[in-house]
């Protein structure tokens, strides 16, 4: 299999602040990866670095092979950790902007998800929940048949029932032999849908290995050793 | 991509823009009802309400061409430099497709705006007297005549007017995507900071006009009017050209999305 995602001596600086400080690594295609962290680690740049949103500092990330750029954001899908749709438009608009810049976007998906929300493709954006809006964004980017899903913080700040939907929403809807890169620090809600996992703290990795070879090599589940690891 | 870009801007900026249109139409079209009522009327109260009128079909007008610009300025911040920012930067685009798409989507609502101010104008004075209307197509006939003698006699100034709207038009706009592009570089008060370096800008655009001026008087008088009409034309152009660049530089280069 090759690499989906690669980091090689990749540092980010904002100023004198490092942010990531020579990250190596390469995550090959298919599974689910939890990049794990508290606050401030460097989850998001480390992300928003791989959607060529950011540039790095020093090194490089590679992304399906190539440096970041309108080709690998179009078999990309990104939730970011953000209200980042526009207020005034419909959910039925939302879903053909997406539809138009995304060659992947699968509509009959998109409004199967939101069926089972109850949302009319015809409510405005602006009318919905907090918790709504934050499930459309996940179903406009689950509805993609993409080769990587980058989720940054998808279940926080929602309420168990809807982390069910959330979790759910992603395992049924992936495309077959895509990869999910998970960023959270929510680790027992997702522990049991990873394959792989990554604890990250101050810019540097602390922990790269597959999930179920951790569980047993360390006697514990990665909530706890993430626990242990990043205890105050 | 441009077209993907331009079709949803110009959607998002005329949802919005319309109701200026309207407000626009509905102040022509009272006015023009109005000048047939104070024709027909002795009444006073019918010219009280056409000042009133006319007044706001001027503001209507001025909001209209505000509001294009506003609009189009405003999507450009919003879409790249605010949450909206996360969707549009995981867009399969290059930047320059976005500025480019952000760009022609202003100016073709700057257009739009102009047009039917013109439009309405048209209706306001379908409401004057047949020897009031005769005088304003008399007005235009001049004014198209004298337009053509110059063509005739120096087709070259035709050619510069034409071409410094051209790039003029886009200046603008580009300025503004720039100094909007540079504020985002400030990791605090970035509305400060972008209207200082606005402000710094136009100091600084001041002073170096000033400089120039007589220098191109001189050029004027003493060498040609068409040199220095190439001289502002190229530097229009290298002033939209380097905004442009720059504003890609920074969307591509140094952006960072901290809502």
Same mark, same amino acid.
């Given at each position: 299999?090759?690499?989906?995602?690669?980091?090689?001596?990749?540092?980010?600086?904002?100023?004198?602040?490092?942010?990531?400080?020579?990250?190596?690594?390469?995550?090959?295609?298919?599974?689910?990866?939890?990049?794990?962290?508290?606050?401030?680690?460097?989850?998001?740049?480390?992300?928003?670095?791989?959607?060529?949103?950011?540039?790095?500092?020093?090194?490089?990330? !590679?992304?399906?092979?190539?440096?970041?750029?309108?080709?690998?954001?179009?078999?990309?899908?990104?939730?970011?950790?953000?209200?980042?749709?526009?207020?005034?438009?419909?959910?039925?608009?939302?879903?053909?902007?997406?539809?138009?810049?995304?060659?992947?976007?699968?509509?009959?998906?998109?409004?199967?998800?939101?069926?089972?929300?109850?949302?009319?493709?015809?409510?405005?954006?602006?009318?919905?929940?907090?918790?709504?809006?934050?499930?459309?964004?996940?179903?406009?980017?689950?509805?993609?048949?993409?080769?990587?899903?980058?989720?940054?913080?998808?279940?926080?700040?929602?309420?168990?029932?809807?982390?069910?939907?959330?979790?759910?929403?992603?395992?049924?809807?992936?495309?077959?032999?895509?990869?999910?890169?998970?960023?959270?620090?929510?680790?027992?809600?997702?522990?049991?849908?990873?394959?792989?996992?990554?604890?990250?703290?101050?810019?540097?990795?602390?922990?790269?290995?597959?999930?179920?070879?951790?569980?047993?090599?360390?006697?514990?589940?990665?909530?706890?050793?993430?626990?242990?690891?990043?205890?105050? | 991509?441009?077209?993907?870009?331009?079709?949803?801007?110009?959607?998002?900026?005329?949802?919005?823009?319309?109701?200026?249109?309207?407000?626009? !139409?509905?102040?022509?079209?009272?006015?023009?009802?109005?000048?047939?009522?104070?024709?027909?009327?002795?009444?006073?109260?019918?010219?009280?309400?056409?000042?009133?009128?006319?007044?706001?079909?001027?503001?209507?007008?001025?909001?209209?061409?505000?509001?294009?610009?506003?609009?189009?300025?405003?999507?450009?911040?919003?879409?790249?430099?605010?949450?909206?920012?996360?969707?549009?930067?995981?867009?399969?685009?290059?930047?320059?497709?976005?500025?480019?798409?952000?760009?022609?989507?202003?100016?073709?609502?700057?257009?739009?705006?102009?047009?039917?101010?013109? !439009?309405?104008?048209?209706?306001?004075?379908?409401?004057?007297?047949?020897?009031?209307?005769?005088?304003?197509?008399?007005?235009?006939?001049?004014?198209?005549?004298?337009?053509?003698?110059?063509?005739?006699?120096?087709?070259?100034?035709?050619?510069?007017?034409?071409?410094?709207?051209?790039?003029?038009l886009p200046m603008i706009l580009l300025l503004l995507f720039f100094v909007i592009s540079v504020g985002q570089l400030f990791t605090s008060r970035r509305k400060l900071a972008t209207f200082g370096f606005a402000v710094g800008l136009y100091i600084a655009y001041s002073i170096i006009s000033s400089l120039l001026m007589p220098h191109f008087a001189y050029l004027s008088v003493n060498v040609s009017t068409h040199l220095v009409s190439w001289i502002q034309i190229v530097i229009k152009i290298a002033i939209d050209v380097g905004c442009f660049l720059a504003t890609r530089y920074i969307i591509k280069n140094k952006v960072n999305l901290v809502i």
């Amino acid at each position: 299999m090759s690499a989906i995602l690669q980091c090689e001596g990749l540092y980010k600086s904002y100023g004198n602040a490092p942010a990531l400080s020579g990250i190596d690594l390469s995550i090959e295609e298919g599974g689910v990866i939890g990049l794990l962290g508290p606050n401030g680690s460097g989850k998001s740049t480390l992300i928003k670095l791989a959607m060529g949103m950011l540039q790095p500092t020093g090194g490089r990330i !590679l992304v399906g092979g190539i440096k970041p750029c309108p080709q690998t954001k179009a078999f990309t899908a990104y939730l970011p950790d953000a209200h980042f749709l526009s207020e005034w438009m419909t959910v039925d608009r939302a879903m053909k902007f997406s539809a138009d810049f995304f060659t992947d976007f699968d509509g009959a998906k998109a409004e199967s998800m939101l069926s089972r929300l109850g949302i009319s493709p015809q409510q405005k954006i602006k009318t919905l929940s907090k918790g709504n809006k934050e499930k459309l964004g996940l179903i406009l980017t689950m509805a993609r048949n993409a080769r990587l899903y980058i989720l940054d913080e998808p279940i926080a700040g929602v309420d168990p029932a809807a982390r069910d939907f959330i979790l759910d929403a992603v395992m049924l809807n992936r495309a077959p032999g895509s990869t999910v890169f998970l960023c959270t620090h929510l680790i027992a809600d997702i522990e049991p849908i990873l394959t792989h996992a990554i604890f990250i703290c101050n810019g540097r990795i602390m922990l790269d290995a597959p999930a179920e070879e951790t569980r047993q090599r360390e006697g514990k589940t990665l909530d706890e050793l993430f626990r242990e690891m990043f205890r105050w | 991509m441009v077209t993907k870009i331009l079709k949803h801007e110009l959607y998002a900026i005329f949802r919005v823009l319309i109701f200026f249109g309207i407000a626009v !139409l509905a102040f022509a079209v009272a006015g023009r009802v109005l000048i047939a009522v104070m024709l027909g009327s002795a009444d006073g109260t019918a010219g009280l309400l056409f000042v009133l009128v006319v007044m706001f079909y001027i503001f209507a007008i001025c909001a209209l061409i505000g509001a294009a610009y506003a609009l189009g300025i405003s999507r450009f911040y919003k879409t790249l430099f605010t949450g909206e920012g996360y969707m549009t930067l995981s867009l399969p685009v290059t930047p320059s497709q976005l500025i480019t798409g952000k760009l022609l989507s202003s100016l073709i609502a700057v257009i739009a705006a102009t047009a039917l101010s013109f !439009l309405s104008m048209l209706i306001f004075l379908a409401g004057w007297s047949a020897s009031a209307m005769q005088e304003f197509y008399d007005l235009f006939g001049e004014i198209g005549n004298a337009i053509a003698t110059i063509a005739w006699n120096d087709p070259w100034l035709v050619v510069e007017g034409v071409v410094n709207l051209i790039v003029t038009l886009p200046m603008i706009l580009l300025l503004l995507f720039f100094v909007i592009s540079v504020g985002q570089l400030f990791t605090s008060r970035r509305k400060l900071a972008t209207f200082g370096f606005a402000v710094g800008l136009y100091i600084a655009y001041s002073i170096i006009s000033s400089l120039l001026m007589p220098h191109f008087a001189y050029l004027s008088v003493n060498v040609s009017t068409h040199l220095v009409s190439w001289i502002q034309i190229v530097i229009k152009i290298a002033i939209d050209v380097g905004c442009f660049l720059a504003t890609r530089y920074i969307i591509k280069n140094k952006v960072n999305l901290v809502i």
